[in-house]
Structures are given as C-alpha cells and as structure tokens.
C-alpha cells in the first residue's frame, strides 16, 4: 500500500508545499527557514519514520505566525489524504518521552475529528528564532486539519528547549504507532464502519 500525499497551499502570505510518506524511514528534506523549527520537524519525521519534503515561503519579515500555522495545516492535511480510509490501522498512540529533567506524554486518536488538549507551560518567549507561543497554534493546526485528537501533557521539566522537544519526539513515536497497520488486518478500525 502506498501511504504518501502532496499537499499544496497558496496565500498571500505563505506558499507550502508537503510530501508525506508515512511508510518511510525518518528523513526530512527542505527547510523552513527557521531553525529550531526545522529541527522539531526533523525530531518528528525521524522518530514518526516518516519522510517528509517541505517547501515554504512566508512572509516571515512580519512574524513566524503565518508560516508555522500554515505547515500545521498542509501538513495535517497531508496525514489525512495520506492515511486514506485508515483500513488496518492501531488508530490510537501513545509515548511519554523523557527528554533529560523533562517528562512529556503525547497520546492522540486518528479518529476523523479535530481535538487538541494543550498542558504545556513555557517561560521563554524566543527559542533561536521560533516563537514560543506558536507552539501550541502549530499542534493545533496539525490536530484540527489532521482531523486527529491530540492530547500533550508535559508533566514537569526547566527547559524550553527540552519541553518542546520531548513534544515533538513522543508525538513522532506516538504517530507511528498508531498509523500503523497490523498485519493481516484491514478492517476500519471503528464500530462505526468509518473513520
């Protein structure tokens, strides 16, 4: 079965481009232009073991906000037409990820509906270049248009750095287990017929 998808989005603000391979192997080819981004994305493909191709163009001279919101959508969008009728897969994930003093657990359900709960206290405004706050618009781009419940507790931790880490490294591995597909399994994962 070949789970890949190509989305593309053009604003005014922001040109995006995603290719998404969810049976890949933890590579992440282009750039945002923002540092520390581009290294969470990278967490993410790498411990999703997705491969991910990204092309954007923002309008970044303003702020960070249209692009980063913007790749939560195309991305998000491209785990939803890359999934298809999610025949045979786990549906649900879930990782805690300890990431040196920091403690964070991702769990989420493929479940065709849009959720984010969000339990994550930063105190710096700035890491590199990436704008703190919009971590949690990112997450929730990528929840709503992944159409996916999302739920981040990040139960204690000092650092930043290592706080948004960890979040990007269990929902990577939380993504991968619940995208997965049991062998020998094809049914749609859902009393409902439909997810």
Do not use: W
């Not at 995603?18 to 994305?41: A, P, V």
């Not at 790749?71 to 300890?98: D, H, M, Q, W």
């Amino acid at each position: 079965m070949n789970r890949i998808a190509n989305v593309e989005r053009n604003t005014l603000e922001t040109n995006i481009k995603i290719e998404l391979d969810i049976d890949g192997n933890g590579l992440l080819k282009g750039k945002t232009g923002i540092g520390f981004f581009d290294h969470m994305l990278n967490l993410l493909a790498k411990h999703g073991n997705f491969n991910l191709q990204i092309y954007t163009k923002g309008d970044t001279y303003v702020d960070n906000h249209h692009l980063i919101e913007d790749i939560g959508i195309v991305l998000g969008e491209c785990l939803v037409k890359a999934l298809g009728n999610k025949a045979g897969i786990n549906r649900y994930g879930s990782f805690t990820c300890p990431m040196d003093e920091t403690l964070t657990t991702v769990d989420l359900d493929l479940s065709g509906r849009g959720y984010l709960v969000y339990n994550v206290k930063l105190n710096r405004d700035m890491i590199g270049e990436f704008e703190t706050e919009m971590l949690k618009e990112f997450l929730y781009a990528l929840a709503i248009n992944g159409r996916f419940n999302l739920h981040i507790n990040n139960h204690y931790g000092e650092n930043d750095h290592h706080k948004i880490e960890s979040i990007f490294k269990a929902m990577g591995r939380a993504l991968r287990i619940a995208c997965k597909i049991e062998d020998g399994n094809m049914d749609i994962p859902s009393t409902k017929g439909v997810i």
